[in-house]
């Protein structure tokens, strides 16, 4: 009795904190204020991914090496180089004030449950400290000028570690292309399932930011998702933002204008576990005003210069654009331009899809070529000032009535796109290479045959398994042989289904082909009807030797928990090596007899616009990283597999009530 009275009064003396979590575990969290909110969700994720949060953490000041060992230390010296962890801690006191208040909040909600369950913490946890979030924000966005970077060294014959691949999908559907007369968003990254990009699906309601989507662990709320207003999707491309000069250095200092100027040097220490304990290993950075020294080839320093060098705003700008209420704010959010280099796309209640091909990019000079080192020591190219959001390539409410970007040029986003390269300078078009490849030409025909989208349709698209131009293979295959094999083929619906014993007969047939051939989305000239009776016998042969009678795509292609014994059938996914890049993205290693997918729909999230907005959202796994738990892989089975996504019950509480599985009730002071 005692105990439930003080507790009722620490309630009544502070801000009572709900977390209703739903058949999949997704936590939904209700408070008074944002900060409340973001203490509930610091909470549950501790409470589904202590570990993996904490590692996030690690990861972006540069001490993973330290805890886990050698295999970390080029990561961990890539964030001492870009200083994460000081440039954070000195901005972190000058961010408003609401913002500190959600980050010391979400602080505290972690360190919440670590009190109350000590077991579960590591002894290699941190002491958390509420500018960590600000780094783990830098260390996210830094992948993508980091890229950049390394494609500008390439030119100069230096190959750096590359970077990891990022892609996306993301589609705008129009209100007069909508069944449902409200325009209708499909949200779709593309990245590892493990590791910092593992997402963290949430429905937060708190005083602005009621948004339900996809949230680095580590951060309190969702940059990829919805509010009550509009839906904010992302894919990797953009301008160019970043660049390397290419500097002249002796006895400590570097030329520049004929001058010779000092190197601003730094000295760090990188703790490495041992057998004997952590050897701390003393490392140097070189500076000159455009950066710091990346690279040295033949007597020549390279600097990297990155827009982003000095960025601590990121999670202003994410609360801007969650808690805007219209277009005209979601721009004005934009344009500060602490996002990296994205296809960014809006669409709100009121009616809007909007476009924009984002990045804080630097003016230059027009005789100089960015997508190259430029010189350092002449000035010639130096920056002046950054573009506006008004240069950048962007389109409102085209005519067309649908945008999509797959990672692809503007050019092919619509058909009859008007965002062509001869309008745009180059640096800001930066088209990439190749500038359309076959998933997004899928899901541009997809999308433009479609007058009248609805809401099953749209999650369709986001699960599309269609093979581009595999009816050109057809009837190459019809020309070539008429055996039972290839009548099978001819006969297929050209979609990788989990459940087609033709998809995955013509994977081995595409992949029995000469190796160019294979990758090939369409029948090279050159290749000859003998060529493909050839591999037509090849992939028979192999569908009867290695495959049971029954056996179909899924059988072969899995998704599920790397170490687990469980996995499930998944259909679509990007297969290069048979030119079967469908619109849903997955990429597959082989472990034992199947392929595993790892990385690819990372949070998938249908959203209609209407007021409020309705959505439907997945991951691939499970919400939880405790295998006892039954979140622990419950998606991938349910929903994923399946190509289904459930719904968020966006701002339908008696909807959630029905579905409710678990309550906690927190006092946040």
Partial sequence: ???????????????????????????????????????????????????????????????????????????????????????????????????????????????????????????????????????????????????????????????????????????????????????????????????????????????????????????PFPSLGHSRWLSIAMTTGGPDTSDVFEEEIADGKYKFKGEWRPLDVRTDRIGVKTDAGVKWQEVRFEHTHHGPIVAVKNGKSYAAAIPYAKATGLMEQSYRMMTAKNLAEAKSAISMFELMQQNIMIATVQGDIYYVRNGRVPVRPSSCDPSKPLPGESGACEWNGFHKIEDLVQSQNPGQGYMENNNIAPEFMIKNSPMVPSKYTGYLYNAPNPPIHQRGRMTVDELDADSSVTVQEAIDYAFSSAVWHAELWQAHIAKASDSGFAKMLTGWNRKSEASSRAALAFYLFKISLPTEAARATEPPASLTDEQIREALVKGEARLNKEFAPDATYGTYFRAGRQGSTRNFPVSGGTLREAGMATPRAISFSKKGDIMLGHTGQTSTQIVILTKPPQSFMVIPLGESDDPKSPHFDDQAEKLFSASKAKSTYFMRRGELEKHVTAKKLLAYE
Avoid: C
């Fill in 1 to 219: 009795m005692i105990l439930a009275a003080l507790f009722a009064f620490t309630l009544a003396a502070s801000e009572k904190v709900e977390i209703l979590r739903d058949d999949f575990g997704v936590p939904h969290v209700f408070a008074k204020t944002d900060a409340g909110a973001a203490f509930g969700v610091g909470y549950a994720q501790a409470e589904d991914r202590l570990e993996e949060l904490l590692k996030n953490y690690r990861r972006a000041e540069g001490t993973m090496s330290e805890v886990f060992g050698q295999q970390f230390y080029q990561q961990d010296y890539r964030q001492r180089l870009w200083q994460h962890r000081d440039i954070a801690k000195a901005a972190y006191p000058k961010l408003p004030a609401n913002l500190r208040a959600m980050m010391e909040a979400f602080q505290a909600g972690v360190e919440q449950y670590m009190k109350d369950n000590p077991a579960k913490v590591p002894a290699w946890a941190p002491k958390l400290e509420p500018w960590m979030q600000v780094a783990l924000g830098r260390y996210i966005i830094f992948g993508w000028p980091e890229g950049e970077v390394a494609g500008d060294l390439s030119k100069a014959g230096i190959q750096p570690t590359p970077a990891a691949y990022r892609g996306s999908n993301e589609m705008l559907i129009s209100a007069k292309r909508s069944a449902v007369k409200a325009p209708i968003a499909v949200i779709d990254p593309h990245l590892s399932w493990y590791g910092e990009f593992r997402f963290y699906e949430v429905r937060i309601y708190g005083a602005a930011l009621k948004v339900s989507g996809a949230a680095i662990l580590g951060l």
